[in-house]
C-alpha cells in the first residue's frame, strides 16, 4: 500500500479521532484528495504549522493542532518554565477561536496556564502579551494573509519573537515525539477556569499595548496640528486590524478616518477580496471607491492577524499609487532617523535591521545619519532576535526594522511586526509632508533624487500541491548547481548560496563563508550592483524572485527590474 494510504487507514482506525472525523474521512472518493490530505504529515516547522484547514495528516485540524500543542507543553515542561503560562491569539479565520480554545486546554491540561485573548487581536498584540504577562511562550492562530482555506499556528517564545535556532528545533524535536493522538492531554473548560489554568487576557493588556504604539509617534505636536486635516481611509479586510488601528489613529489625534464598512467586520471568508493580503493592490478596490467620495489623502490597509501593513498615497497628479513595503521602509528609515536627529535623539549605536531581500536604499539613509544597518533572513523573527541579543549585550539601540513584504516595527514593546503601529507611522509621515505641502509619494521622490533611483521587484511562482513542491525543488538545484553567468544582460559577479554557506566571487574565484544561518537561499550579485535573489517561499507553495536595481532615473530603473523579470521567467520555464 502506498505511503498516503497507510496514513489514510491509520486515521480511520484511531481509536482517538472521532466518528464525525472518520466518517467524513471515509466518505471522499477522490483518490487525489486522500492523497493531497494524507501524502504527509502537516510539518511543524520554524514558523509553526500552516495548512489547509481539514480532516488529515496534512492539514489543520484540531488533531494536529492538538499534536504540535502538546509537543510545544513537553517542550516547555523540560524548560521547567511551565508556570509561567503561555499566551494566545487568534484572528478572524475559520476554526481560528476553536483551536486557539484546543491548544488553551492542552496547555490548561499540562500544568500550563493559559492567557487567551478574549476575541480577535493581531499578532503584534500576542507578541506583547507574551512580555506583558511574562509568560514562556505564545501562540497565534492564524495563516497570516493566505487564503481562506488555510489556517496556521505560530509559535512566539518568552522574548516576545517567533522562535528561532536552536529553541525552533527543540520544539519540533517534541512535536515530533508525540506518537499518537492518545497522547495528547486534555481538560475540561470548566475545570481549567476554576484552577486558573485558562484566563482570559483583560484590557489592561490592550491599553499598556497602545500606549507603546503611542510612544513611538515622532511628533505628537505635529499630529494635534494635522489631525484633522489629513483624511485617511483605512480597511482592515474582515481581519483583527479594525479595533486597535482604529483606536490608535484616534489616540494619535486623527480626525478623519473613513473606514471601509463592506470589509470592516470579521469575516473568515474575505468574502470581498481574492486573497486578503496587502501586497496585491486589488484589495484595495473598495477602499479607493471611498477614497474618491472622501478626498483621502491616504489609504491603509492591514492583513487579518495585522501583522501586515499595506498603503495607497496620491502622486503628484492626484492619482493613488501603492507604497510597497521597501518604499515604506525607505520612507520611514529616513523619517524616523531625520526626527530623531532634529530631536537630539539618535544613539551613537543606532541601528536599523532589515532582511537580505529589502531594498539596498537605506543603505545610504543609515549612512548619511551615521547609524548602522544589519542584514537578516528572510523573516521577522530575525529582526526580533536581533532586538534581544542588542538588549543582552548592550551593543546597539534598535531604531527601526522592516521586511519587504509589508512589515515594519519601531520600539521593543513587540518582537513581530506591527501592523497597528505601521497605519500609524503611515499617517504620520504623510501628515508630516502634508503639513510642508507634499504628499508621501512626492517625498519618496525627493529621497529618489537624493539617494539614487532604487526599485525592487518580487516575482512569486505558484506552484501548489506535491507536484509544485518538487518543481520548486528542481528550479532551486538547476540554479544551485547552474550558477547563471548573466542575468538579464549583466554579468554575475557574487553567487552567495546560503544553503551550502559558500559565497563564491565569480570574477576571482575567491571563496568565503556565510555570516547567516544556513536557509535555501540563493543570492546574486550583478556587476551594475543590482541583486537578484532566489527563495522558495516558507509560508505560501510559491516560489520567490527579488530583484533589486538602482538607476539614473525610475524609468531606467523599472526597465531594469522588467528586463530582469523577463529573463528570468524566461530560465525558469527552460527547466523541467
Ligand atoms: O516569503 P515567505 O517565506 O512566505 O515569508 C514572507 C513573510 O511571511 C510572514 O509574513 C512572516 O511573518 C514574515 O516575517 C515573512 O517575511
Not at 491509520?10 to 484528495?33: C, H, S, V
Not at 493559559?114 to 501562540?139: I, K, Q
Not at 470579521?266 to 477614497?291: G, Q
Amino acid at each position: 500500500m502506498e505511503d498516503y494510504r497507510v496514513r489514510y487507514q491509520q486515521w480511520l482506525e484511531d481509536p482517538f479521532i472521532d466518528e464525525e472525523t472518520k466518517a467524513e474521512l471515509r466518505g471522499i472518493t477522490d483518490e487525489n484528495e486522500i492523497k493531497e490530505r494524507f501524502f504527509k504529515e502537516l510539518e511543524f516547522g520554524t514558523g509553526g504549522l500552516r495548512g489547509i484547514i481539514g480532516n488529515g495528516s496534512n492539514r489543520l485540524n484540531r488533531y494536529t493542532v492538538g499534536k504540535a500543542s502538546q509537543g510545544l507543553a513537553n517542550y516547555i515542561k523540560k524548560e521547567g518554565t511551565q508556570k509561567q503560562g503561555v499566551a494566545i491569539a487568534y484572528d478572524s479565520r475559520f476554526m481560528s477561536p476553536e483551536f486557539a480554545e484546543v491548544a488553551g486546554l492542552i496547555f490548561a491540561a499540562n500544568g500550563i496556564p493559559a492567557y487567551v485573548y478574549p476575541s480577535l487581536r493581531p499578532v503584534p498584540m500576542l507578541s506583547f502579551a507574551v512580555r506583558e504577562l511574562g509568560c514562556t511562550a505564545g501562540v497565534v492562530l492564524t495563516a497570516s494573509h493566505n487564503p481562506p482555506e488555510y489556517n496556521g499556528y505560530k509559535v512566539y517564545w518568552a522574548d516576545g519573537a517567533q522562535v528561532v535556532a536552536p529553541r525552533d528545533k527543540g520544539i519540533i524535536t517534541e512535536v515530533n515525539a508525540v506518537e499518537n493522538f492518545g497522547q495528547i492531554q486534555r481538560m475540561e473548560k470548566a475545570e481549567a477556569v476554576e484552577k486558573k489554568l485558562y484566563t482570559l487576557i483583560g484590557e489592561e493588556v490592550d491599553e499598556a499595548f497602545d500606549r507603546n504604539v503611542q510612544a513611538q509617534l515622532m511628533n505628537p505636536e505635529m499630529i494635534a496640528r494635522m489631525g484633522d486635516k489629513l483624511n485617511i481611509v483605512y480597511t482592515p479586510l474582515h481581519g483583527s486590524g479594525n479595533l486597535p488601528v482604529r483606536r490608535n489613529l484616534a489616540k494619535a489625534g486623527f480626525k478623519n478616518v473613513f473606514i471601509v464598512k463592506e470589509q470592516e467586520l470579521p469575516d473568515s471568508s474575505f468574502s470581498t477580496v481574492d486573497y486578503p493580503n496587502p501586497e496585491d493592490t486589488k484589495v484595495f478596490t473598495l477602499a479607493r471607491k471611498l477614497a474618491a467620495e472622501v478626498n483621502a489623502d491616504v489609504l491603509i490597509g492591514t492583513d487579518p492577524d495585522c501583522d501586515r501593513m499595506g498603503a495607497m498615497v496620491k502622486d503628484s497628479e492626484g492619482n493613488f499609487v501603492a507604497l510597497t513595503g521597501n518604499m515604506v521602509g525607505a520612507l520611514a528609515t529616513d523619517y524616523i532617523l531625520s526626527q530623531r536627529k532634529e530631536q537630539g535623539r539618535l544613539p551613537a549605536n543606532g541601528v536599523v535591521v532589515k532582511t537580505i531581500v529589502s531594498t539596498e536604499m537605506i543603505t545610504p539613509i543609515c549612512r548619511a545619519y551615521g547609524v548602522g544597518k544589519i542584514d537578516v533572513l528572510t523573516g521577522f523573527k530575525y529582526i526580533g532576535e536581533q532586538i534581544k541579543g542588542f538588549e543582552e549585550t548592550g551593543s546597539h539601540t534598535y531604531l527601526f526594522g522592516f521586511e519587504e513584504s509589508y512589515g515594519c516595527l519601531a520600539g521593543t514593546y513587540a518582537r513581530d511586526k506591527d501592523g497597528v503601529y505601521a497605519a500609524v507611522l503611515v499617517c504620520e509621515m504623510a501628515a508630516y509632508y502634508k503639513e510642508k505641502s507634499m504628499t508621501l509619494y512626492e517625498a519618496l521622490l525627493k529621497l529618489y533624487e537624493k539617494y539614487g533611483y532604487y526599485r525592487d521587484g518580487v516575482k512569486s511562482m505558484t506552484m501548489k500541491g506535491l507536484e509544485g513542491m518538487a518543481r520548486i525543488q528542481r528550479i532551486m538545484k538547476t540554479f544551485r548547481e547552474n550558477t547563471p553567468k548573466e542575468l538579464g544582460g549583466y554579468k554575475v559577479v557574487m553567487a552567495k548560496d546560503y544553503q551550502t554557506q559558500v559565497f563564491r566571487n565569480l570574477e576571482t574565484g575567491e571563496e568565503s563563508g556565510s555570516p547567516l544561518p544556513v536557509s535555501d537561499v540563493l543570492h546574486y550579485t550583478l556587476e551594475d550592483g543590482t541583486w537578484v535573489c532566489i527563495r522558495p517561499s516558507g509560508t505560501e507553495p510559491k516560489l520567490k524572485f527579488y530583484i533589486g536595481v538602482k538607476a539614473d532615473d525610475l524609468q531606467a530603473a523599472q526597465d531594469k527590474v522588467d528586463a530582469l523579470d523577463a529573463d528570468i521567467e524566461a530560465k525558469v520555464a527552460e527547466i523541467a
